[in-house]
């Protein structure tokens, strides 16, 4: 996967001619009060004056510019940057949300140490530092980094790059964890594009998408920008609307506004995509296939893969048709479908159909964009292996939350215990932060400096600079200004790589660097000062780029049948854990904004439920609120049902992201968190934790709650509000 560095290495190395950049504020700009870049209020501002900063949105990792407006030196609004090429001037309900995490009541003010005894007292930074950094210079004059771990998350920060640099001085481990990591779709597409990073999918240049899976409205990877996308995909540029296919066992947002909903049997999207291909391939005739694909070896018939799939065939049949008269169509994959044991095989079938249907090159692009670099679950289960033979000194956990977001099996909170020291670098006290001996109070994204290479959405590398935009509201610090604190009081090779004196010179530094290597011979400071004006640096990717699909690949074989943890006989139904767009992972719930925003498929807030078809609550005798006990091999959790006519009768699905110990008053105790079901069961090729392949039961326990939702009832109650004949 490349790195941060790597891609900089690229452009440097004559990949992309970018001179400059491409900035956009030619194309839309805000009144002259935007182009100010201090954080430090001007001494002669008005009051009642607006002052608009653009800076980088961290609540996911889309890494969308946004606009923040700012009056008395305090941040009051957030709108998209106009300027930003992902963006172009939307957010989402999470980024709108940002403002509950600058102003949370629960937000941590200071250090805080543990008293030993399940609570923590206040500290300050000198005490603080001063009871880390000797430790970590005295595993390093001994040659001991290696008994220290540092857990994180997979940006391609300037922030990220500051804790590499400290790990490679100190000698020490890194996992790098989240629950739905792309490791899988990212070897799908160098297997077929021969490209190590995620394509670009143009969505709005196709007149057919077809989405294995992903919820690119909802959830997937950057939804401001693929929304943006998908609204010039059905006006029809041509004058010509386009038709959305989504392929899923639970409807998502994606699939509430697809033209079809296609709901495939869980760990069947690959067998259906090879299938599709091969009768692609058989209506072109052999001269249209890739060389060495002819016929597709072991792809089954539409009829087999429909039957597999538990879907009619006639639909299969249809989608096939509209595959082969489509002008500019799109494939792609994620979500779910992407998250079985199977799952790299099963979306480099799904890829297979661009290369077929001639869509790689013009609506999937190569795209040197983001390439999140996450742990596989063996590495995950050396670091767990490691603490439980007492070699772990020192845990540093960094702005993530493993004991909420990852399944209990994979055996992180026992690893944790064993640890001699674990330090968490956080603005919340977060599930994981809330077992640590120290917890360093962490800014918000709104008070400090940092930078990110964004998601694709734009078919341009888009690197967004964050800047303050007020002055810290507490005693905190930065991950990158706490990294840099600790290494210079270790002293030697830490201090060596690491020797600046804060945040901003460390992120002026890197943009320094960066420029001089990509040969950009402007004035370095006229030039940041113009990023920090539009908040985003932009290299237009669209030239030189077309060369990095590889030009051979090798035909998908037929993907090997879905494994599932559990027995069929005791758990009969398949666990489908959905992303809300505001939870996400679990992030949104310390926000009270995001414990309000109802799920937009149904209209259920401030808690958990389980999504049962109707035909399968009949069976069991569940209605809507029966409290039940779903179990796996794993663990159990109750909530619940909610019967839900968008999700297939042998699955039950549950959103992620409520459920957790800790995290402030609006997340503490409520609803559950379906992760800690998971089995540690992993993708064969990847070695990605298959977060879609737990098997579950599920047992009425005879309580009941009223579910709170805002979508109603569909039926009348017999109240008569229609006339007799209407409601027939």
Known sequence: MLSRRDIFKYLAGGGVGVGTGLLLGEVNQRPLETLLSTHIPPEDFSPGMDTWYNTLCRMCQAGCGISVRVREGRAKKIEGNPNHPVSRGGTCALGQAGLNALYNPDRLRSPMRSDGEGGFVESSWDEALDAIAPRLGAMQSAGMGGRTWILTGGLLSSGEEALDKFREALGANVLRLGLDTPATELAAAKAMYGFSGFPHYDIAKADLVVSFGADFLGAWRSPVGYAKAYGEFRQGGDGHRGYLVQVEPRMSLTGANADEWLP????????????????????????????????????????????????????????????????????????????????????????????????????????????????????????????????????????????????????????????????????????????????????????????????????????????????????????????????????????????????????????????????????????????????????????????????????????????????????????????????????????????????????????????????TADELDLKDGDVVEVSSQTGSVTSPVLRYPGVRPDVIAMPLGQGHQANGRYAQGRGVNPASLLAALSDGSTGALAWAATRVALRKTGERVRLTKTSGESRTLGRQILGPDDEH
């Open 264 to 615: 495939a049997r869980p760990g069947t999207e690959g067998t259906l995509a090879l299938a599709l291909a091969a009768d692609l391939l058989g209506r072109r005739g052999p001269d249209a296939a890739p060389a060495g694909w002819e016929g597709l070896a072991g792809a089954p018939s539409l009829e087999e893969a429909a039957a597999l799939a538990d879907l009619p065939a006639g639909r299969l049949h249809a989608l096939a048709e509209r595959l082969a008269a489509a002008k500019t169509p799109l494939v792609l994959g994620g979500g779910a479908a992407g998250a079985g044991a199977n799952a790299t095989e099963a979306l480099t079938c799904v890829a297979s159909l661009n290369r077929i249907l001639g869509a790689a090159g013009t609506t999937v692009r190569p795209n040197l964009a983001h390439a999140p670099r996450y742990s596989t679950l063996s590495e995950i289960e050396e670091f767990v292996a490691k603490a439980a033979n007492g070699e772990v000194s020192l845990v540093i956990v960094a702005g993530v939350d493993p004991l909420h977001d990852l399944p209990d099996s994979l055996g992180l909170r026992g690893a944790l215990d064993r640890a001699e020291l674990v330090v968490a670098l956080d603005s919340f006290p977060s599930d994981t932060a809330s077992e640590s001996d120290w917890i360093l109070a962490a800014d918000t994204f709104f008070e400090t400096w940092d930078d990110d290479i964004s998601l694709p959405g734009s078919g341009r590398l888009s690197v967004t600079l964050q800047q303050p935009v007020q002055k810290r509201l507490y005693d905190t610090l930065s991950v990158t200004d706490i990294v840099l604190q600790l290494a210079q009081r270790s002293g030697g090779a830490l201090a060596e790589a690491l020797p600046y004196e804060d945040a901003e010179a460390y992120t002026r530094s890197e943009w320094a660097t960066a420029w001089a290597n990509l040969g950009i011979q402007d004035d370095f400071e006229a030039g940041f000062r113009q990023v920090q004006q539009q908040g985003v640096w932009v290299a237009d990717l669209a030239e030189g780029m077309a060369d990095q699909f590889s030009a051979e690949a090798t035909a998908p074989a037929a993907p090997s049948e879905a494994q599932f943890a559990g027995d069929a006989s005791e758990y009969p139904f398949v666990l489908h854990p959905f992303q809300t767009p505001g939870l996400r992972e679990g992030k949104g719930a310390r926000l009270p904004w995001i414990q309000e925003l109802p799920d937009p498929q149904t209209g259920v807030a401030y808690g958990s439920w389980v999504e049962v078809n109707p035909a």
